[in-house]
T-cell receptor, first 113, second 111 residues
Framework: SAVISQKPSRDICQRGTSLTIQCQVD?????MFWYRQQPGQSLTLIAT?????????ESGFVIDKFPISRPNLTFSTLTVSNMSPEDSSIYLC??????????FGPGTRLTVT | DQQVKQNSPSLSVQEGRISILNCDYT??????FLWYKKYPAEGPTFLIS?????DKNEDGRFTVFLNKSAKHLSLHIVPSQPGDSAVYFC??????????FGKGTRLSVIA
């Protein structure tokens, strides 16, 4: 299985600012995914990060709010823009060759005040 | 509308006994089901999966049962160990669509 790291592991940010979360994988992977887990809720897919093309966003998530970069097969970033307290969540990246049996990073715990 | 439901937010079991975690789903198109385990400050880790063509899959102490007619699956852990204490997520997929997760069940195994 792939080893996935995320930076930062946690952050406390002020309303209206932006935070960029990095995801690094120790091997080349085709598909990378970004999830959000709000307090007491399930993991929700934000988008699929495609290498060399724009990310594919799920319903309810837009590029202006969550811009994603995927410059190569081992790295991706997710930016949470113009943050509000409702964005306080754990953000996780994952990798897999498809939707099955994905491997997750440790997550980034974001608190917006 | 939640397509994957884990109705028990928490479960407490004595060490050595069986833990049974339940999951219900509403989408009849789901054809692949997975269980993930999550420790605090870590990402979820894949535990076991089952295809809709099967009704049981076993891996060591972990067995997943699928009842398609009831749209229900369960994860059995026997014997339960203190290291099994974690949050367990049920997830499902239809074809090649993204995984849909439940809200998780926190399992506490008491020594």
């Amino acid at each position: 299985s792939a080893v996935i790291s995320q930076k930062p592991s946690r952050d406390i940010c002020q309303r209206g600012t932006s935070l960029t979360i990095q995801c690094q994988v120790d091997s080349q992977v085709t598909m990378m995914f970004w999830y959000r887990q709000q307090p007491g809720q399930s993991l929700t897919l934000i988008a699929t990060a495609n290498q060399g093309s724009e990310a594919t966003y799920e319903s309810g998530f837009v590029i202006d709010k969550f811009p994603i970069s995927r410059p190569n097969l081992t790295f991706s970033t997710l930016t949470v823009s113009n943050m509000s307290p409702e964005d306080s969540s754990i953000y996780l990246c994952s990798v897999g060759e498809g939707p099955y049996e994905q491997y997750f990073g440790p997550g980034t715990r974001l608190t917006v005040t | 509308d939640q397509q994957v439901k884990q109705n028990s937010p928490s479960l407490s079991v004595q060490e050595g006994r069986i833990s049974i975690l339940n999951c219900d789903y509403t989408n009849s198109m789901f054809d692949y089901f997975l269980w993930y385990k999550k420790y605090p400050a870590e990402g979820p880790t894949f535990l076991i999966s089952i295809s809709s063509i099967k009704d049981k899959n076993e891996d060591g102490r972990f067995t997943v049962f699928l009842n398609k007619s009831a749209k229900h699956l369960s994860l059995h852990i026997v014997p339960s160990q203190p290291g099994d204490s974690a949050v367990y997520f049920c997830a499902a997929s239809a074809g090649n669509t993204p995984l849909v997760f439940g809200k998780g069940t926190r399992l506490s195994v008491i020594a």
